[in-house]
């Protein structure tokens, strides 16, 4: 297949690493220990953690992945966080309907 065809995580170097036996022992020791999503339950909500997320992101750096936080977060959330981090900007909303991100575009103006 084509590297335009597929989704640009699959094209990242680093997107092997998450092969690496060291990287599922972390990621299972992770969510061992933080069995719940930490997303969720910052607004409350009780939900299994499936995905051991950098937090910050590594950005390739092989440091950063091997020695760098982790939080454990459900698939939702963690397709949420690559969405923003694709997107550049959250679109979340306050409570008078307005994006509450200040890099939305919308608050660009």
């Known amino acids: 297949m084509h590297p335009r065809n597929l989704a640009p ?3 990242l170097p ?9 990287w599922r022992t972390r990621a299972k020791h992770q969510l061992h220990e933080h069995p ?3 997303l ?3 607004q409350g909500r009780v939900t299994p953690a499936t995905i051991a997320d950098h937090h910050p992101r590594h ?12 939080r454990s977060l ?5 397709q949420g966080v690559w969405a ?3 997107r ?22």
């Open 84 to 86: 923003v981090d694709k």
């Open 9 to 11: 995580a699959q094209t």
């Open 59 to 70: 950005g390739g750096d092989y440091n950063k992945f091997v020695l760098g936080p982790l």
């Open 14 to 22: 680093w997107r092997s690493w998450y092969s690496l036996q060291s």
């Open 36 to 38: 719940l999503c930490a």
């Open 40 to 42: 969720c339950d910052e």
């Open 88 to 109: 550049g900007y959250s679109h979340a909303v306050g409570d008078d309907g307005y994006p509450i991100d200040p890099r939305h575009p919308f608050n660009a103006a």
């Open 74 to 78: 459900c698939r939702d959330c963690h």
